[in-house]
């Protein structure tokens, strides 16, 4: 029998990767990309332990590790040195942290965001976020930021974009609603895996936020302490978000649109998880096929029509191939739509099939699918548009 001996080296157990670029072996070159000391022309190298799932052993009969576990590990180590650089970068463009609950210290749990200074006085808001799997405070994509640029996969070019535009701008932050009351920091799901021993378990009082349980509780926060009390009344708010973040966002306004409906000018989202069962406001209904917009992955060219009915609005391509990566691959289009959206709020939509109401048959929807190739004039899909069949098998359901 064969036995496989452990090879001379350390516990590796017990190593602890170092928070600094350098140290782990990379380096940010001159097109803010994340680059190997050693190799200048790759970037970040996740199976730098191995593929596959068996051990690093260690000397003197010391338990072995997971390669998993140190890939998972070491990419935190590197994640956390990318976040405090976009930390500062985002407070060289003048934003600073603001604490939730407001007036929590950073001795009690909390969950930071970040606004801008003009955000009391200024005449418009665009409130950021991304998805709740983002990477962490002002990112929407860590993956984008590992294998492309820091500031496009960050939130740095939206933030110069929506200052340059005379935006006051709010980021939300329902990727680290984890209290980790040990280091007294909030921390996102991965952060909390790769730093813990599997066998801790979450608690879910200890390792939670007060009013930010959830990515829901989160934005009603937003809404409800930081853009209806901080932000001017009269100031207009453009909202981009990403994933389920904007299935929250939906929800929200659905719930409360009588007290948002003449502030909320647009609504871009990617890849959201809302549906058209989440709306039964009829006016949000309307705003949703007027101002807002859906791009979601898909294999067309960017911007085009995807005639999709789940969402109740204008559904797009973003040629993307992840959720997270939308917005940095078309944050050219988010921005270009949100200014056209303030210059003709009423036709700033392509006049694109949307059902509203009841559900057209399996037939009727295909003839309108096929039709937009040819024309893309059509108007909405509402109830009253649907042939009298459609209407009395609806009824006969109901």
Same mark, same amino acid.
């Given at each position: 029998m064969f036995r496989r001996k452990n090879?001379?080296?350390?516990?590796?157990?017990?190593?602890?990767?170092?928070?600094?670029?350098?140290?782990?072996?990379?380096?940010?070159?001159?097109?803010?990309?994340?680059?190997?000391?050693?190799?200048?022309?790759e970037g970040f190298d996740y199976f730098a332990h191995g593929r596959h799932h068996g051990y690093m052993y260690a000397a003197n009969g010391g338990h072995g590790v997971p390669r998993e576990r140190l890939n998972e590990r070491r990419r935190e180590a590197v994640d956390a040195c990318l976040r405090s650089i976009i930390i500062t970068r985002l407070e060289g463009l003048g934003l600073t942290k603001l604490l939730l609950p407001l007036g929590a210290s950073t001795e009690e749990p909390h +969950?930071?965001?970040? !606004?801008?200074?003009? $955000?009391?006085?200024?005449?418009?808001?665009?409130?950021?976020?991304?998805d709740s799997n983002s990477g962490g405070l002002g990112i929407?994509?860590?993956?984008?930021?590992?294998?492309?640029a820091l500031n496009g996969g960050s939130m740095i070019d939206a933030v110069k974009s929506a200052l340059e535009f005379g935006y006051g701008v709010a980021i939300m932050n329902p990727g680290q609603l984890l209290w980790d009351y040990t280091t007294k920091t909030p921390v996102g799901f991965g952060t909390w895996r790769a730093t813990k021993d599997k066998k801790i378990p979450i608690d879910a009082f200890k390792n939670t936020?007060?009013?930010?349980?959830?990515?829901?509780?989160h934005v009603d926060y937003v809404f409800g302490h930081v853009l209806d009390k901080i932000i001017p009344s009269h100031a207009e708010i453009d909202i981009m978000?990403?994933?389920? +973040?904007?299935?929250? !966002?939906?929800?929200? $306004?659905?719930?409360?649109?009588?007290?948002?409906?003449?502030?909320?000018?647009?609504?871009?989202?990617?890849?959201?998880?809302?549906?058209?069962?989440n709306i039964t406001n009829i006016e949000l209904q309307q705003f949703l096929m007027q101002r807002a917009r859906n791009y979601i992955v898909h294999s067309k060219p960017r911007e085009s029509v995807i005639l999709d009915p789940r969402f109740g609005c204008a559904t797009f391509?973003?040629?993307?191939?992840?959720?997270?990566?939308?917005?940095?691959a078309c944050l050219d289009l988010f921005m270009n739509y949100l200014n056209k959206a303030h210059a003709?709020?009423?036709?700033?939509?392509?006049?694109?099939p949307v059902i509203v109401g009841d559900v057209p048959d399996h037939e009727e929807w295909l003839n309108a699918m096929n039709s937009v190739d040819q024309n893309t004039a059509l108007h909405v899909l509402d109830p009253d548009s649907f042939s009298e069949s459609t209407k009395g098998n609806a009824a006969a359901e109901a």
């Amino acid at each position: 029998m064969f036995r496989r001996k452990n090879k001379a080296g350390r516990n590796l157990a017990e190593i602890e990767f170092p928070h600094d670029l350098k140290e782990l072996g990379f380096f940010i070159n001159e097109k803010d990309q994340l680059r190997q000391i050693e190799k200048p022309d790759e970037g970040f190298d996740y199976f730098a332990h191995g593929r596959h799932h068996g051990y690093m052993y260690a000397a003197n009969g010391g338990h072995g590790v997971p390669r998993e576990r140190l890939n998972e590990r070491r990419r935190e180590a590197v994640d956390a040195c990318l976040r405090s650089i976009i930390i500062t970068r985002l407070e060289g463009l003048g934003l600073t942290k603001l604490l939730l609950p407001l007036g929590a210290s950073t001795e009690e749990p909390h +969950v930071p965001i970040m !606004v801008s200074q003009n $955000l009391q006085t200024c005449n418009k808001v665009l409130l950021l976020s991304p998805d709740s799997n983002s990477g962490g405070l002002g990112i929407w994509c860590m993956r984008s930021i590992e294998e492309g640029a820091l500031n496009g996969g960050s939130m740095i070019d939206a933030v110069k974009s929506a200052l340059e535009f005379g935006y006051g701008v709010a980021i939300m932050n329902p990727g680290q609603l984890l209290w980790d009351y040990t280091t007294k920091t909030p921390v996102g799901f991965g952060t909390w895996r790769a730093t813990k021993d599997k066998k801790i378990p979450i608690d879910a009082f200890k390792n939670t936020v007060p009013s930010h349980n959830s990515p829901q509780e989160h934005v009603d926060y937003v809404f409800g302490h930081v853009l209806d009390k901080i932000i001017p009344s009269h100031a207009e708010i453009d909202i981009m978000v990403c994933g389920m +973040v904007a299935y929250s !966002v939906v929800v929200f $306004l659905n719930n409360n649109w009588d007290d948002w409906k003449h502030r909320v000018v647009a609504l871009v989202m990617a890849e959201s998880a809302h549906c058209l069962p989440n709306i039964t406001n009829i006016e949000l209904q309307q705003f949703l096929m007027q101002r807002a917009r859906n791009y979601i992955v898909h294999s067309k060219p960017r911007e085009s029509v995807i005639l999709d009915p789940r969402f109740g609005c204008a559904t797009f391509s973003s040629s993307a191939t992840s959720p997270n990566a939308i917005i940095p691959a078309c944050l050219d289009l988010f921005m270009n739509y949100l200014n056209k959206a303030h210059a003709d709020p009423e036709n700033c939509n392509p006049d694109v099939p949307v059902i509203v109401g009841d559900v057209p048959d399996h037939e009727e929807w295909l003839n309108a699918m096929n039709s937009v190739d040819q024309n893309t004039a059509l108007h909405v899909l509402d109830p009253d548009s649907f042939s009298e069949s459609t209407k009395g098998n609806a009824a006969a359901e109901a």
